[in-house]
């Protein structure tokens, strides 16, 4: 067993010049567990051996960087499946932003958000392999890496290696936090705001939203927001959403809440006791248009990095007692209990519109052998 954890900390080191933190070490002393729940739960050919091996955006080569990069521009190249439904969709990269936008309202602050959410990034990554000859998988944003300088670091300083720059400074008034008391009611805008420039997404067009904006921006044709709107990509890099992603943040959402009910309320926010969370926190580290905008947010690419990090925080706390946690569940069936819904169980069902079947909570709980087996990974 030690040799594992020795194995899994010897390559992050190997592989990049980031110390592992705090939240990394717990994942690799953790990986044990992992493999004596699968001596007494064998998932077919998913074993630690044959499991994907998700990692960290500056843990892959530069090639392999451009590699996913030039995959998510090949799906942005692709014509839409939603089209009908929504006119303005125009990639299969807007299918995404789509059928996010149709389900936001039952997949956050719910029972469906963490499992959803996972099945949501895993298809998002299928795509990039099948229809666009990705040979990785989806990378991860440590945000504790970043967080005191985002602006500034390779995942955004707009490199051919970033996931592209921040926008050009604009004046607005900061992202409002409602319903927390000041001055947690707003994050400070930083030096961006305006269209980006640099990077893989420089060029991009972003034709969906926007619906809930944080910008001031040209309304969309339809009350839904899934019309035809096309503008740049615009983004407010902004640390000082990303100070409450440190490791210390995230360790303590790991480590300091037992059960399914406070480990998602407190990672999503409290925000009426003006606490951000480690969710809020890492969206608004990008903010800007589409990536600030509740709905519409999976429209900068960014986001898929991001709430690829979120699943692998629920993994490390799964991980820590694996007969509990991967049959448990929280909150009811509506976004914040709105309208009042009973409690959701893992017998629900969640889907992805035109995108993927329905399937039983239950199947989207385990990365090793859920999804009828089709789930294998792990994080490094």
Avoid at 70 to 98: E, H
Wanted: charged share 20%; net charge neutral.
């Amino acid at each position: 067993m030690l040799l594992w954890t020795t194995a899994f900390l010897a390559s992050r080191v190997a592989a990049q010049t980031y110390p592992p933190d705090v939240v990394d070490q717990l994942a690799a002393a953790s990986l044990p567990k992992v493999k004596e729940w699968l001596a007494k739960n064998p998932q077919g050919n998913c074993t630690l051996e044959t499991a994907v091996r998700r990692k960290e955006w500056m843990d892959l080569t530069l090639a392999q960087r451009k590699e996913y990069t030039d995959a998510v521009l090949c799906l942005m190249s692709k014509p839409a499946l939603t089209s009908s439904a929504a006119p303005g969709a125009k990639s299969r990269f807007d299918d995404y932003i789509v059928v996010h936008v149709q389900q936001t309202p039952r997949n956050h602050g719910s029972t469906f958000f963490l499992p959803w959410h996972r099945y949501y990034v895993w298809h998002y990554e299928q795509a990039l392999r099948n229809e666009c000859g990705y040979k990785g998988y989806q990378p991860y944003w440590n945000w504790d890496r970043y967080h005191k300088d985002p602006a500034n670091s390779p995942l955004f300083d707009g490199s051919e290696g970033s996931m592209g720059g921040n926008g050009a400074k604009a004046n607005y008034n900061g992202i409002m936090i409602p319903g927390a008391p000041r001055p947690y009611d707003r994050i400070p805008p930083a030096d961006g705001g305006g269209c980006v420039t640099t990077g893989p997404f420089k060029n991009m067009t972003v034709n969906l939203g926007p619906i809930a904006p944080i910008l001031q921006l040209t309304r969309n044709p339809r009350a839904d927001g899934l019309g035809y709107n096309p503008r740049c990509l615009r983004r407010d890099i902004n640390k000082n959403s990303a100070a409450v992603t440190s490791a210390k943040d995230v360790y303590d959402v790991i480590t300091k809440n037992n059960d399914a009910h406070w480990f998602q309320t407190v990672m999503e926010g409290q925000f009426p006791q003006g606490k951000w969370g480690i969710h809020a926190g890492g969206h608004y580290t990008v903010g800007g248009d589409p990536g600030g905008d509740f709905y519409t947010s999976p429209g900068d690419p960014a986001f898929w990095l991001h709430h690829t990090m979120i699943d692998r925080v629920w993994w490390i706390w799964q991980i820590q007692n694996l007969e509990k946690r991967l049959k448990e569940v929280s909150h009811t069936r509506t976004m914040s209990n709105f309208p009042p819904s009973a409690n959701g169980t893992l017998d629900d069902l969640s889907g992805l519109g035109v995108l993927a079947p329905d399937v039983e909570v239950r199947e989207l709980m385990s990365t090793m052998g859920g999804l009828m087996g089709k789930f294998c990974y792990i994080y490094e």
